[in-house]
Every structure is written in structure tokens, then in C-alpha cells.
């Protein structure tokens, strides 16, 4: 069974840090290009950004809110997923969800999972 | 960065009902769009690739079409379960870009 599980969720001081861990399992973590997509409370859905599977470089891609201040990165020897978060600002606060769509976007197959809540408040 | 204008931003329907959600790329994508189904609390679910394209499980009353910067999804004849709501996102370029969202409600 295809599991993706986040954790590292919190409440953090505007100005501070978290990292979101994403655990997987079930499919060939090394070649999947993971995403990590986020949803603010009541709004629609907004793409972070990218990490390549090994075989295609591991090179990463981000949104413009975010570029420069968060860093995806991954662990291919513990099926794991990371999104270092520094510089929080209250329009970080979102449900950040991991998802993989396959190598290079082919959709192969969908994974998502179940979300991990971002706070950002004083 | 390429813009996803998505409407309507919400409709009301039946059960039964034969309902079509559009999606305008601010350039053109070729195909390389997806649809996503997201309920109440949950996460998103994909549903099509490449446009039109279902993904292994997704019952066969949704159906997308479209290419260029026009697209849109189909659900033929609503079920109670299909009440939710749905997002496009174009993977030609990055940023990856969403549209709004379409929230499908019982009327």
C-alpha cells in the first residue's frame, strides 16, 4: 500500500523555522519527483515547489513566495521527504500537503497525503 | 508565470446532472494539464492527465478534454459523491500554477 505521510506540523513565531517531513512508501521513492503543494485556510491550492529523483539530477524548483526562503530536500535511504521552512511569515499558514506524480510529472501514478498544518502567528 | 483562469467559482446542481468545468491557460500548454478533486477536509485527489487522460480507478462519467489554453472537465450524470471541489493545474512551465477552484454544491 502507497503511503505518504507528513509530519512537523506546528505553530511557529512569525521569523522562526520548521521542517516538514514527508515519509513514503510503497513506490520507488528514489526516482519519484516529489512536490510539496500548500492550501491557506478557505483558499485554493498553491504549488511550493519540486525535487527531482536522483536519476534526473535532484535538482529543485520553487514558487516566488517561497524561493529563497524555503529548501525541499530528500532522504532516499529513509523514503523521506523534506521542506525546510525559514523566515515564516503569517501568509505561510497553510495545510502543506507532499505528492508525487511519477517520474517527470508522467502521472504513472498519484500520491497525496494527508497534510500537515503550518501556523505562523505571534 | 503562466495563469489558470477557472470558472465558474461555483455552481449548483443535481444528482444526475450533466456538469462542465472550464479552464483558460494565460499561454499555451499543449496538453499538459491535470484535474484534481478535493473534499471537504481531505486531500486532493487527481483524477485526469494530459487533459483527457483518466487516472487507473476514476470512474468513467468524468471525462476532460481541450489542448492549447482551453480546457475542460465533464462529469456525466452527478453522483452524491462527485459534490466537491475541483482544480486544474498546468504542468508545462514552472511555477506549476493552480486555478481557483469550482465548488460543485447539491442543489
Known amino acids: 500500500e502507497v503511503q505518504l505521510v507528513e509530519f512537523g506540523g506546528g505553530l511557529v513565531k512569525p521569523g522562526g523555522s520548521l521542517r516538514l517531513s514527508c515519509a513514503a512508501s510503497g513506490f520507488t521513492f528514489s526516482d519519484a519527483w516529489m512536490t510539496w503543494v500548500r492550501q491557506s485556510p478557505g483558499k485554493g491550492l498553491e504549488w511550493v515547489g519540486r525535487i527531482k529523483g536522483k536519476t534526473d539530477g535532484g535538482t529543485t524548483d520553487y514558487a516566488a513566495p517561497v524561493k529563497g526562503r524555503f529548501t525541499i530536500s530528500r532522504d532516499d535511504s529513509k523514503n523521506t521527504l523534506f521542506l525546510q521552512m525559514d523566515s515564516l511569515k503569517t501568509e505561510d499558514t497553510a495545510v502543506y500537503y507532499c505528492?508525487?506524480?511519477?517520474?517527470?510529472?508522467?502521472?504513472?501514478?498519484?500520491?497525496w497525503g494527508q497534510g500537515a498544518l503550518v501556523t505562523v502567528s505571534s | 508565470d503562466i495563469q489558470m483562469t477557472q470558472s465558474p467559482s461555483s455552481l449548483s446542481a443535481s444528482v444526475g446532472d450533466r456538469v462542465t468545468i472550464t479552464c483558460r491557460a494565460s499561454?499555451?500548454?499543449?496538453?499538459?494539464l491535470a484535474w484534481f478533486q478535493q473534499k471537504s477536509g481531505k486531500a486532493p485527489k487527481s483524477l485526469i492527465y494530459?487533459?483527457?487522460s483518466l487516472l487507473s480507478g476514476v470512474p468513467s462519467r468524468f471525462s476532460g478534454s481541450g489542448s492549447g489554453t482551453d480546457f475542460t472537465l465533464t462529469i456525466n450524470s452527478l453522483q452524491p459523491e462527485d459534490f466537491a471541489t475541483y482544480y486544474c493545474l498546468q504542468y508545462h512551465s514552472y511555477p506549476l500554477t493552480f486555478g481557483g477552484g469550482t465548488k460543485v454544491e447539491i442543489k
Open positions: 505528492t508525487t506524480e511519477g517520474r517527470g510529472y508522467s502521472y504513472s501514478y498519484s500520491y
Open positions: 499561454h499555451g500548454i499543449n496538453n499538459y
Open positions: 494530459t487533459a483527457s
